[in-house]
């Protein structure tokens, strides 16, 4: 008897039911710009109208562990929210606005269901970011992958003015430093939190806690803020006073805020300025986890830090709230010298 | 005792070590567009200048099981150039040449001198393409693979000009099929050469077949061809005569040459035009596997399909063997009529 493919392990039948459901759930994403989507061997995207020196600005990023937290619940259509998320969050950093969206998604044997959950969640997050769902690959590999699970990776292009790049040097001491809220962990630090509270704590995903008001794996499912629309506006109604964009992802406030600031500064922040999410403080009793590896592993409540001229306070917070997001003052920029990249963050005393 | 990021497993110094390394191996990469490369949130890359409507064109992709070769053997610096060659294939098709690239690559526990060796298959793909590796990501996901396996996703994006986008649309009866050599397997179909090649036939990677002249691994891991440098220079050399381009991938050639042929035309091949390189048959006497599965799984020698203009063959053929490629006639368009998509593609008589 003869051997095929599908004996092999792999499903083209499915794979190809599976970019029909593709292409409904992008097309709801789709801008003027997209000249050709879903099912090409390429997507096409067109530059806005009027750009004098456009800079594309690019990014790539995945979900994490907290995909495992998705396998445990079986709970798929956040995810792809949390990979969008990542992506553009970073892109924007550089006062880019998100183009279009590519998606990788790979798994053992593809299960139509969820291959469509995490493509719906995808969907949504470009909605949320107003950027096109232009692409992706769908990937069947037999023996890569536990029976399942899969592994998600995002791509994301997004176009700035040559002379509007958000580089950082207009940064100076005296500057605001502008929190603006996460929703929770975002996607970074999942190892940690789910060896605390699994292991540690001996909680299961199901399990509800008092302090959380909702389950384990509902609180760390919440999906990644994404903060294209709020940045977009602020960039509109501030212009030049905004200095600089640091998106808080892995390594936390002193692994991320140093990275957008010129040398030779750093920001003082006030940590008693916002209330950490709840599910910080229980892992860290639970663990227990010190502080300074909290602060290392987690964005704290601080999903985004905008860093504007000090007379561009009021208009930079009038600007986030009036996007929906919640946005107080952190801190201000510093001089600190030559120190550590890590010492360039430090707090005042609680 | 505390618990720490690392404990959870995620080593965050091995992940800036591997950065590092990736910098040094990304520099030979670098085009005059890129402004800022591998370190920061986000890459930036300008547009080639005179451009006059530029539109982007992007696309994704993985390596597929090839992945369980390079395991297999612990060759892990050519799959990097498989995976831009997945990518960038893609995106000339259109017309386009690429710009940047970026990869994810995801693993259970980071190995530096594995990492660094497939980010070197990477830039090694990326110089073949000319394009510069713009940024990527690391994830170290404990849990998620098994030990010393890793997936890898890629994401290119090139440029074209509005009124140059190859659609297709040019094409007609009489033009001219050229194929063009592939390497091998290329990055498809992996999953049946494997259950073919251990599972009915025994054979492990190491074995040396006298019909391959090499080893089985050997055999199976080379590298996919770029085309990318080719099929600019024919585009250089015929302009509004190139009509069409097909990249060879999953699918094969019925699955694939229909995808860039307006409605109701096809082509006839003639499959005794061309040898196919005897990894090929060693498959279908060794499944045994059919000729029409053969056919829809494999690129059966011909990785990437040109059509031209009927006056334009001789400075088709010349131009892609100028660059180095193996290309000659394999077929010419017909008319079809309304059949099924797999049925455009028939073969003159043997």
Not at 16 to 43: C, N, S, W
Not at 104 to 126: M, N, P, S, W
Not at 205 to 212: E, I, K
Not at 252 to 271: E, F, H, M, S, Y
């Given at each position: 008897?003869?051997?095929?493919?599908?004996?092999?392990?792999?499903?083209?039948?499915?794979?190809?039911?599976?970019?029909?459901?593709?292409?409904?759930?992008?097309?709801?994403?789709?801008?003027?710009?997209?000249?050709?989507?879903?099912?090409?061997?390429?997507?096409?995207?067109?530059?806005?109208?009027?750009?004098?020196?456009?800079?594309?600005?690019?990014?790539?990023d995945?979900v994490g562990?907290k995909?495992?937290?998705?396998?445990?619940?079986?709970?798929?259509?956040t995810v792809?929210i949390d990979l969008v998320a990542m992506?553009v969050n970073d892109?924007?950093?550089?006062?880019?606005?998100?183009?279009?969206?590519?998606?990788?998604?790979?798994?053992?044997?593809?299960?139509?269901?969820?291959?469509?959950?995490?493509?719906?969640?995808?969907?949504?997050?470009?909605?949320?970011?107003?950027?096109?769902?232009?692409?992706?690959?769908?990937?069947?590999?037999?023996?890569?992958?536990?029976?399942?699970?899969?592994?998600?990776?995002?791509?994301?292009?997004?176009?700035?003015?040559?002379?509007?790049?958000?580089?950082?040097?207009?940064?100076?001491?005296?500057?605001?430093?502008?929190?603006v809220a996460s929703s929770g962990l975002h996607s970074n630090g999942y190892?940690?939190a789910?060896?605390?509270?699994?292991?540690?704590?001996?909680?299961?995903?199901?399990?509800?806690?008092?302090?959380?008001?909702?389950?384990?794996?509902?609180a760390l499912l919440t999906p990644t803020r994404i903060y294209?629309?709020?940045?977009?506006?602020?960039?509109?109604?501030?212009?030049?006073?905004?200095?600089?964009?640091?998106h808080i992802t892995g390594g936390g406030?002193?692994?991320n805020?140093?990275?957008?600031?010129?040398?030779?500064?750093?920001?003082?922040?006030?940590?008693?300025?916002?209330?950490?999410p709840?599910i910080f403080?229980?892992?860290?009793?639970?663990?227990?986890?010190?502080?300074?590896?909290?602060?290392?592993t987690f964005n704290l409540g601080v999903g985004l830090?905008?860093?504007?001229?000090?007379?561009?306070?009021?208009?930079?917070?009038?600007?986030?709230?009036?996007?929906?997001?919640?946005?107080?003052?952190?801190?201000?920029?510093?001089?600190?010298?030559?120190?550590?990249?890590?010492?360039?963050?430090?707090?005042?005393?609680?």
């Amino acid at each position: 008897m003869s051997v095929t493919y599908r004996d092999a392990g792999v499903d083209i039948d499915a794979g190809d039911a599976l970019v029909e459901r593709i292409k409904r759930l992008a097309a709801p994403t789709r801008t003027p710009h997209v000249l050709q989507g879903i099912g090409g061997f390429a997507g096409l995207c067109a530059l806005p109208e009027g750009m004098q020196d456009p800079v594309l600005v690019s990014g790539t990023d995945g979900v994490g562990t907290k995909l495992k937290v998705a396998f445990a619940t079986g709970v798929h259509d956040t995810v792809g929210i949390d990979l969008v998320a990542m992506c553009v969050n970073d892109v924007i950093t550089v006062g880019a606005r998100p183009l279009f969206f590519l998606d990788y998604f790979a798994t053992g044997k593809l299960e139509l269901d969820v291959g469509e959950a995490v493509v719906r969640g995808i969907a949504e997050g470009c909605q949320r970011a107003g950027c096109a769902l232009l692409g992706g690959e769908t990937a069947e590999l037999p023996g890569l992958y536990a029976a399942g699970e899969y592994d998600l990776a995002g791509f994301a292009v997004g176009v700035v003015e040559r002379g509007k790049i958000l580089d950082g040097k207009r940064v100076a001491p005296g500057d605001v430093v502008i929190g603006v809220a996460s929703s929770g962990l975002h996607s970074n630090g999942y190892s940690l939190a789910r060896r605390v509270l699994e292991r540690e704590m001996g909680l299961s995903m199901t399990d509800r806690l008092a302090d959380l008001g909702s389950t384990v794996g509902e609180a760390l499912l919440t999906p990644t803020r994404i903060y294209a629309r709020a940045v977009a506006d602020l960039l509109d109604a501030l212009g030049d006073a905004v200095h600089a964009l640091s998106h808080i992802t892995g390594g936390g406030l002193p692994g991320n805020i140093p990275r957008v600031l010129p040398d030779g500064l750093g920001v003082r922040l006030d940590a008693t300025s916002w209330e950490r999410p709840r599910i910080f403080q229980v892992i860290a009793a639970g663990g227990p986890v010190e502080e300074a590896e909290m602060r290392r592993t987690f964005n704290l409540g601080v999903g985004l830090v905008v860093i504007v001229a000090r007379d561009a306070e009021d208009r930079a917070l009038a600007a986030l709230r009036a996007a929906g997001e919640q946005a107080w003052v952190a801190g201000e920029v510093i001089a600190v010298g030559d120190v550590p990249f890590e010492d360039r963050v430090v707090y005042s005393a609680p």
